[in-house]
């Protein structure tokens, strides 16, 4: 069983930074894309940024300009950069990897526990 393990949430002012990692616990034949998504209390989860295994990035209008993601392929590792956060970013963040646990399987997707990111006004 794989696991994702997310670290670096916590408390943090208006217009301060955090840093998320999630690494998994084991290895992946192949993981086509790596993601964080957030869910603020009484909304529904939403996608907040994207990278697939060639480098490709997304993000969400709410956030773009301020929050990066990256990835260690090598380590299978994805983080979140977050500047300039806002109390509206405050929610519940949880990494998502969409990939193949080993050759003989299909797509599937994986998710982290979730790490509470909460910016105080």
């Known amino acids: 069983q794989v696991q994702l393990v997310e670290s670096g949430g916590g408390l943090v002012q208006a217009g301060g930074s955090l840093r998320l990692s999630c690494a998994a616990s084991?290895?992946?034949?192949?993981?086509?894309?790596m993601a964080w998504h957030r869910q603020a209390p009484g909304k529904q989860r939403e996608l907040v940024a994207s990278?697939?295994?060639?480098?490709?990035?997304g993000y969400a209008d709410s956030i773009k300009d301020r929050f990066t993601i990256s990835s260690d392929n090598a380590k299978n590792t994805v983080y979140l950069q977050m500047n300039s956060l806002k109390p509206e970013d405050t929610a519940v963040y949880y990494c998502?990897?969409?990939?193949?646990?080993?050759?003989?399987?299909?797509?599937?997707?994986?998710w982290g526990q979730g790490t509470q990111v909460t910016v105080s006004s």
């Open positions: 998502n990897f969409l990939g193949q646990r080993y050759n003989y399987r299909p797509n599937e997707d994986y």
């Open positions: 084991r290895t992946f034949f192949s993981i086509n894309r």
């Open positions: 990278i697939t295994a060639d480098g490709n990035t």
